[in-house]
């Protein structure tokens, strides 16, 4: 299966990030935000982070926008008073970010370094927020420099299960889709988005597909496997 592989492509949310994704009805986004300065009311800011999540939630599985996905400040934008200053923007920014990261535990951490003994690593990852919190959880758990390319859709707009994030992975890396892995847990994002780029794809999580190369429980079964 690993012959002739040089590169695992990876997948963040589910694969070795967990907890992610906290915008349930009992979530109070006023907690975190009240905590850098914002200053709008809880119903309000509750109100404005629930619209946004749900304007980002009704566009994401829509291929119209796989190559255009609206950036979180302008879905915010979308949802609030036009005349809301840049700062107070930027505090809904940071909010959401808090609610959107996970954290990655020490044994998949671990479970990293042991695939960068044998592989290339880099990561397709999907995410409404900019980047700069998960480049934080990133360097917080050690594994910042084993990956050598990443795709944030954060950055260009393109989400999975286009064909392009990994391709511009594949480009960084400069190595043919045959010489990589894709390590997901979604059948239609991370298998899907393989496919359409020609790569292989590995999945995890409990996920299962007749065209995956593997299924795997977790990330760590997948290492003991190797």
Known sequence: MFAGKKALLLDMNSTFMFGEDRFGDSEDFSVHYSKIGGSLPQVEINRIVRAVYGYLDARYPDENYQH??????SAIREVVDNTMSGDEINKIVDTFAFHELGYIPKEYAAALHQLRQRFTLAAVIDIWAP???WLKEFERAGISDLFS?????????????????????????????????????????????AKSAGVDCILVGGAEHPYA?????????????I
């Open 68 to 73: 255009s996905f609206p950036s979180l400040e």
């Open 131 to 133: 980047k700069t919190a």
């Open 213 to 225: 190369l593997m299924c795997f429980d977790n990330l760590l079964g997948l290492c003991d496997a």
């Open 149 to 193: 390319a990443y795709s944030f859709s954060s950055d260009h707009g393109m989400v999975k299960p286009s064909p392009k994030p990994f391709e511009l992975v594949l480009s960084q890396l400069g190595i043919p889709s045959t010489d990589a892995i894709v390590v997901g847990d979604s059948a239609r994002r991370d298998l899907g988005g």
